[in-house]
């Protein structure tokens, strides 16, 4: 959806009704790690998308950094105003990279796993959130992975994620960018996860993921939430959403994720 806000012929850009919000990540694990922590500012009109991170703790989305795309997320741009450089940033390559690391990884040794179960355990109005009304859902996803190494070993995960959405707002490719989600390396999964994930309606302005993970040996505790704490609509121009053309495109052959990829294929052929 694109409003006309305002048109100005004195000035060189257009500008359009956007959407700018600020969402606030914080990632624990076992109760101590907060290895994931960032706090964002984005804007979206129509499918044009800026993300600017504001703080992170990610080596590789640091502070000052920020991803742009004009086609609702499929192909981004992550910019580095620092060095003067930016990389394209695929998410759909991305996904789909990192299941091939996955199923590379397994290649090593056999995988399988059991039908994963999907529930709703809640369905019901929510409280107002960035003054807006919400509406609350709460999901569990648990399934089993079987892993031969030298003894079988039973991987049991479960998965709570609560989410509080508002259909207050009109931004479809805003919410298809915020649905994306990793691939586990299993389609099966991939497909019952994501197919339950599109029953929420709405907006999402808060989620909350708790993960239980059960091995053998150890057991391991996640919680990661995501809020959005400020959201309004404002005008925009297209500019914001293009990379600076004295900027220096990197290559993505070596990124670290391609690196991987390259040295378990070699792997996998001096094996054969």
């Known amino acids: 959806m694109r409003k006309l806000l305002l048109v100005l012929v004195t000035l060189a850009s257009t500008s359009w009704a956007g959407i700018t919000y600020t969402a606030v990540t914080r990632t624990i694990v076992d ?35 920020y ?102 707002i009109a931004q479809p490719e805003l919410m298809a960018l915020l649905n994306k989600h990793a691939s586990s390396g299993d389609e099966q999964l991939d497909r019952i996860i994501q197919k339950e994930m599109e029953k929420v309606p709405g907006f999402p302005l808060k989620r909350i993921t708790s993960t239980h993970t059960e091995t053998n040996k150890s057991t391991t505790e996640s919680l990661t939430e995501m809020e959005i704490v400020e959201l309004k609509t404002v005008p925009v121009t297209s500019s914001m959403f293009k990379v600076p053309k004295d900027f220096t495109q990197l290559d993505p052959n070596d990124s670290d994720l391609a690196n991987a990829l390259k040295k378990l294929e070699k792997k996998k052929k001096q094996d054969q």
Do not use: C
């Open 31 to 65: 109760k101590k790690n907060h290895a994931a922590d960032m706090r964002v500012r984005a804007w979206v009109e129509g499918k044009q998308v800026r993300i600017d991170f504001v703080e992170s703790s990610l080596s590789e989305l640091e502070s000052g950094t």
């Open 67 to 168: 991803l742009v795309s004009t086609d609702g997320g499929d192909t981004s741009y992550l910019v580095d105003p620092k060095s003067k450089t930016y990389q394209r940033f695929d998410i759909n390559a991305m996904v789909g990279n990192m299941a091939d690391l996955m199923r590379a990884m397994r290649s090593q040794m056999k995988v399988h796993f059991e039908e994963p179960k999907v529930e709703k355990l809640l369905d019901e109005v929510g409280p107002k959130m960035a003054g807006l009304p919400t509406h609350h859902y709460r999901y569990r996803t648990s399934y089993k992975e079987y892993l031969e190494l030298y003894e079988t070993e039973t991987i049991s995960t479960v998965l709570e994620e609560d989410i509080w959405t508002t259909t207050a």
